[in-house]
Nanobody, 128 residues
Framework: QVQLVESGGGLVQAGDSLRLSCAASGRTFSQFAMGWFRQAPGKEREFVAAISRSGTHTYYADSVKGRFTISRDNVKNTVYLQMNSLKPEDTAVYYC?????????????????????WGQGTQVTVSS
């Protein structure tokens, strides 16, 4: 089992920045690919960003590319999502998720159904 706890959400204005954190516990963090997803009211959960086990490979949704950066610290067992130039359409509950464990591979999926463990989510609200 892996337990995931997100933090860092809040209410900001358009153009501001936020950094989300997701602390993992329970299994070897470096064996898991990690992803960030979000869900706005009335919409399906959508992919935001993902990072491979070592952090070598990162993937982004087109809507956040160039504004958001995913990173991880395998010593601190934490994955981050740095969000810059926030827009009102970024308003959603943000979830981190873990896919694994794997003993090899450098891929991270964009599909929520491939992730086995989820955090409880953190609300991000961007006002115009």
């Amino acid at each position: 089992q892996v337990q995931l706890v997100e933090s860092g959400g809040g209410l900001v204005q358009a153009g501001d920045s936020l950094r989300l954190s997701c602390a993992a516990s329970g299994r070897t963090f470096s064996q898991f690919a990690m992803g960030w997803f979000r869900q706005a009211p009335g919409k399906e959960r959508e992919f935001v960003a993902a990072i491979s086990r070592s952090g070598t490979h990162t993937y982004y949704a087109d809507s956040v590319k160039g504004r958001f950066t995913i990173s991880r610290d395998n010593v601190k067992n934490t994955v981050y999502l740095q969000m810059n130039s926030l827009k009102p359409e970024d308003t959603a509950v943000y979830y981190c998720a873990a896919d694994g464990p794997y003993s090899s591979g450098s891929y991270a999926s964009k599909h929520p159904y491939e992730y086995d463990y989820w955090g409880q989510g953190t609300q991000v609200t961007v006002s115009s």
